[in-house]
């Protein structure tokens, strides 16, 4: 389990914003509008080594905000955001990491397989993470596409996580009926990725203290990377970004010591 930061880029700015509000027809809730830039930030992660971290540029006009991340911490982060094979190696040659993709590989709400291998040959398996951000349906999590606002037919269950294990290194997944609200994480679907995933995990979406870590951390079993945004204090919620970077370290400490 490792503290996977984020960067969310909404019209050149770092922000955060309750996910379920992204609309073109209407100005998103925004939770937090930085005064540092993104560079700012992917130095601090840099610097207490969190690797693994993912940029999410919201909409247009994010690249060269997103290019300034890149560069401050080569090789560290991750990007998603209107991926797609016309652009995906560039972003790399940037210095991402990886890439992340979810709506160019889910057209028209279905999982488009002609286009999952098509990436999977241009930047490798080993550098591809699936977004499969969901939202719940009549008792089922579904991939939703589209800045979050369109379901797709395709269910989070076993058997589809399975399925795509085969294609990518890893899975990113926002609990998007929580994100940004700083309520508590969503500990149906934390059960459920831990139950059915045998890649890594990067969950996101309503862990705001260090008790809900403790109880995600129980939830994931141990094994489900957490990433934590609005309820940061650098993003000016009430968690500290200090002592969350410290609970993770002491719990790696602890795992080394017993392993």
């Keep these: 389990m490792e503290f996977r930061p ?79 094979p016309d652009n995906a190696l560039f972003y790399l040659s940037k210095g991402a990491s990886h890439v992340i993709v979810t709506s160019y590989i889910f057209r028209d709400g279905r999982l488009d397989f002609e286009r999952l291998k098509e990436m999977v040959d241009l930047v490798g398996k080993d550098r591809l993470v699936l977004d499969l951000s969901c939202r719940k349906k009549e008792g089922r999590y579904y991939v939703v596409t589209d800045r979050w606002q369109r379901f797709t037919d395709f269910e989070l269950s076993e058997q589809n996580i399975r399925l795509l294990e085969k294609y990518c290194s890893e899975f990113l997944v926002h609990g998007v009926d929580v994100e940004g609200k700083k309520l508590g994480f969503d500990k149906d679907l934390t059960l459920l990725l831990a139950r059915c995933a045998r890649i890594p995990v990067t969950y996101a979406g309503g862990i705001s203290g260090l008790l809900d870590l403790e109880e995600f951390a129980q939830a994931g079993k141990g094994k489900i990377n957490a990433t934590i945004g609005s309820a940061l204090d650098i993003f000016g919620g009430p968690m500290s970004y200090e002592e969350t970077v410290r609970w993770f370290m002491k719990r790696k400490v602890s795992i080394d010591l017993h392993s």
Excluded: W
């Excluded at 540092?36 to 247009?60: N, T, V, W």
């Design 6 to 84: 984020c960067i969310d880029l909404h019209e050149g700015k770092v922000k955060q914003i309750v996910g379920s509000t992204l609309d073109d027809r209407e100005k998103p809730t925004e939770n937090f509008v930085s005064e540092k830039p993104p560079e700012y930030y992917a130095r601090l992660f840099q610097k207490d080594g969190l690797y693994g971290g993912h940029i999410i540029m919201l909409g247009k006009g994010n690249e060269e905000a997103a290019f300034r991340a890149l560069a401050a911490f080569p090789g560290g982060l991750q990007i998603g955001g209107g991926i797609t």
